[in-house]
């Protein structure tokens, strides 16, 4: 069965370090990949998505990913933490276009340190 | 675009009352669904609606809940009766053949 796994529940980075929230998946079949952010009582806003191509993917806000497929793994990265940051990261998962089918982790609660 | 449109943003509901949430979702597109989201089970899918049409309901909790979508640019989600234990956020989303979701603000449930 297709999962998704985000390693920890909270992380804690200081203003102006590296962010780097993990997120692996398993699957049978190419996936297409999404990272979404949800800040205090608002809904997910997509942060950037893989579908084919270019396995570095450019986001909102700074952030990138890389699909890395021998590790299945679609890390999101930003070299320079702002306040701003602070929110909860979803990793989701479906397998093509259209489908209906979206996996999503338990999130990642993002909290930037002055 | 205004993005998906969501109402009420709260409700707060003595148990046993009918409560209805409501969705507009993006202008030309064809998918929508419902979530539900609390501490404990996360982001949980409770129906999804392709071209107005119900495709799968399988994550609807009970017969409690149902869902319509009389047209291509309105949904409703109906809890009755409601319990306490259906108090969450309940989300709106749509989405193109691009495949991603966007989401509306929520509707923040709360059932005494």
């Known amino acids: 069965a297709q999962s998704v796994t985000q390693l920890g529940s909270h992380v804690s980075v200081s203003e102006g370090a590296l962010v780097l929230l993990r997120c692996n998946y398993s699957?049978?079949?190419?996936?297409?990949l999404f990272w979404y952010v949800q800040y205090p009582n608002q809904g997910l806003q997509l942060l950037l998505k893989?579908?084919?191509?270019?396995?570095l993917v450019k986001g909102i806000n700074g952030f990138e990913a890389e699909f890395k497929k021998s590790e299945t793994s679609f890390h999101l990265t930003k070299p320079s933490a702002h306040m701003s940051d602070a929110a909860e990261y979803f990793c989701a998962v479906t397998y093509t276009s259209g489908t209906y089918k979206y996996i999503f982790g338990t999130g990642t609660r993002l909290k930037v340190l002055a | 675009d205004a993005g998906v449109i969501q109402s009420p943003r709260h409700e707060v509901t003595e148990m046993g009352q009918e409560v209805t949430l409501r969705c507009k979702p993006i202008s030309g597109h064809n998918s929508l669904f419902w979530y539900r989201q609390t501490m404990m089970r996360g982001l949980e899918l409770l129906i999804y609606f392709n071209n107005n049409v119900p495709i799968d309901d399988s994550g609807m909790p009970e017969d409690r809940f149902s869902a319509k979508m009389p047209n291509a640019s309105f949904s409703t989600l109906k809890i009755q009766p409601s319990e306490p234990r259906d108090s969450a956020v309940y989300f709106c989303?749509?989405?193109?053949?691009?495949?991603?979701?966007?989401f509306g603000e929520g509707s923040r449930l709360t059932v005494l």
């Open positions: 989303a749509s989405s193109s053949v691009t495949g991603e979701l966007f």
């Open positions: 699957s049978s079949v190419p996936p297409y």
């Open positions: 893989y579908t084919t191509g270019a396995t």
